[in-house]
């Protein structure tokens, strides 16, 4: 059915920003303990192993988080989900902030990952269910703004305190207040979320075609029937859509696609980057001082530049934009990868350090979770993302465990030569593979995947 050009309402944009709290609370929490470590590491005498449990405990909770998170959404709804996500976030940052011993800590640091992890699923699903088509990409992208922004801040947040007492007082409090801060955008994003509308989709599943009606008046008043409509025909058509479905031969390679850009995205290397930054630096030659405005260089350079992606994601399209964004950071990483090997400069390895975080930051970061939150048909979408969204942190936590050892093992050259090989890998993936989504209802990808197979039938 034709519908009207949308333009994107107050109301969209409100709950947007509204839900994109989450993605800020998913930026600060998991950035927050590149400042507070070394004062972790003194306060409780960790051992190496114990530092890097320490910085990847969190992802086991986020593995939890998204695991739980598609059922939790499909049964209770989207706005509710979210809203226990945002008092998870307030308790585990109170919760770290007065921890005393490191095991408790640990189990804050866990709990704080369940809340990322119904975030980092349900923020941009949410708002994919609730955007205009023509608007979603951007929409949904400003969830993965939101945190670029939360590590933005983190790194300033950690800077000022650190910087403004002895190091006697950040290894018993400075660091408690760095992890206690996060209670303040926890309680901003619980109370933005209380005047949001339940998913529309959501709601029509649920056998609220008025409420679901209603909503969409808000959201585009000009299309709202229009969409109605499309939902209802979409849902005609996969009323009998099942779980078990997503492993027949019509849903099956859709998984297997989220599946592998939720790999790509995290083996390309870039949370290795932000995780161990002020370390991969001073390897580079910097010293500490310089190690850390590097480090601040690159929350910086992700913020502009997945500011711009907001712009051309729904005019470029997904496909063209993660295909080429891939392929120009595989060839920086391997840049990056020469620099460690003959030495070069720190100020050269800088430089395509942070044309790797660009490349990143427009592409497969933000694109990744546009993808995976428009592809999956409506009745099991939560679910198929969860799918996705574990093998996304499991990567994580494998690439943030891995990599000092990897470094240790074969060298910083080495290791950054074996992400740009994997990266390259995930240009030549999306441009084989993957189908561009730019400007399609999400009933009409549904229905796309649907055609494709009784096409290939």
């Given at each position: 059915m034709e519908t009207k050009q949308s333009h994107v309402s107050g109301y969209v944009i409100l709950i947007t920003c509204a839900a994109a709290l989450g993605g800020l609370l998913f930026g600060y929490d998991t950035a927050v303990i590149s400042?507070?470590?070394?004062?972790?590491?003194?306060?409780?005498?960790?051992?190496?192993?114990?530092?890097?449990?320490?910085?990847?405990s969190i992802l086991i909770g986020c593995a939890i988080g998204v695991s739980i998170g598609g059922v939790l959404s499909?049964?209770?709804?989207?706005?509710?989900?979210?809203?226990?996500?945002?008092?998870?976030?307030?308790?585990?940052?109170l919760g770290a902030a007065l921890a005393s011993t490191f095991t408790i800590l640990i189990v804050w640091r866990m709990l704080a990952g369940i809340g990322i992890g119904l975030t980092s699923l349900i923020s941009?699903?949410?708002?994919?269910?609730?955007?205009?088509?023509?608007?979603?990409?951007?929409?949904?992208?400003?969830?993965?703004?939101?945190?670029?922004?939360?590590?933005?801040?983190?790194?300033?947040?950690?800077?000022?305190?650190?910087?403004?007492?002895?190091?006697?007082?950040?290894?018993?409090?400075?660091?408690?207040?760095?992890?206690?801060?996060?209670?303040?955008?926890?309680?901003?994003?619980?109370?933005?979320?209380?005047?949001?509308?339940?998913?529309?989709?959501?709601?029509?599943?649920?056998?609220?075609?008025?409420?679901?009606?209603?909503?969409?008046?808000?959201?585009?008043?000009?299309?709202?029937?229009?969409?109605?409509?499309?939902?209802?025909?979409?849902?005609?058509?996969?009323?009998?859509?099942?779980?078990?479905?997503?492993?027949?031969?019509?849903?099956?390679?859709?998984?297997?696609?989220?599946?592998?850009?939720?790999?790509?995205?995290?083996?390309?290397g870039s949370n290795a980057i932000m995780y161990y930054a002020p370390e991969i630096f001073?390897?580079?030659?910097?010293?500490?001082?310089?190690?850390?405005?590097?480090?601040?260089?690159?929350?910086?350079?992700?913020?502009?530049?997945?500011?711009?992606?907001l712009g051309l994601v729904d005019r470029i399209g997904r496909k063209k934009l993660l295909g080429f964004g891939s392929l120009a950071m595989s060839i920086c990483l391997f840049i990056v990868a020469i620099c460690f090997y003959v030495k070069a400069p720190a100020y050269l390895t800088l430089s395509f350090v942070l044309l790797a975080i660009a490349s990143y930051a427009i592409s497969l970061a933000p694109v990744t979770w546009i993808l995976i939150s428009e592809i999956f048909?409506?009745?099991?979408?939560?679910?198929?993302?969860?799918?996705?969204?574990?093998?996304?942190?499991?990567?994580?936590?494998?690439?943030?465990?891995?990599f000092p050892i990897l470094t240790g093992a074969i060298g910083q050259g080495a290791t950054f030569l074996l992400y740009a090989i994997i990266t390259m890998g995930s240009a030549i993936f999306v441009w084989r593979l993957l189908p561009e989504t730019k400007g399609k209802s999400l009933e009409e990808i549904e229905l796309f995947w649907q055609q494709r197979h009784q096409n290939n039938a």
């Open positions: 400042g507070a470590i070394g004062f972790l590491k003194i306060k409780f005498s960790l051992s190496s192993l114990e530092v890097g449990w320490a910085t990847s499909d049964r209770f709804g989207r706005k509710k989900t979210l809203l226990l996500s945002a008092i998870i976030f307030a308790l585990s940052s941009p699903l949410y708002i994919a269910e609730m955007a205009p088509a023509n608007m979603r990409g951007k929409l949904v992208s400003v969830n993965q703004l939101a945190i670029t922004i939360g590590i933005f801040v983190v790194y300033f947040v950690n800077a000022g305190i650190a910087s403004s007492a002895s190091q006697t007082w950040n290894v018993n409090t400075g660091w408690r207040i760095m992890m206690g801060v996060g209670v303040l955008p926890s309680v901003l994003f619980l109370l933005s979320l209380i005047p949001a509308k339940e998913s529309p989709r959501w709601l029509y599943q649920h056998g609220k075609q008025a409420a679901s009606l209603a909503v969409l008046k808000k959201v585009d008043p000009q299309n709202a029937q229009a969409q109605l409509d499309q939902i209802v025909v979409a849902e005609q058509k996969t009323d009998d859509t099942k779980f078990s479905d997503l492993f027949n031969k019509t849903w099956f390679p859709v998984l297997l696609i989220g599946v592998l850009l939720a790999f790509f995205q995290q083996f390309s001073q390897g580079a030659g910097f010293a500490q001082n310089g190690a850390f405005l590097a480090t601040v260089s690159i929350g910086v350079i992700n913020m502009v530049i997945t500011i711009a992606a048909p409506s009745r099991i979408r939560g679910r198929a993302m969860s799918i996705c969204t574990v093998v996304l942190w499991l990567s994580d936590f494998l690439l943030s465990i891995t």
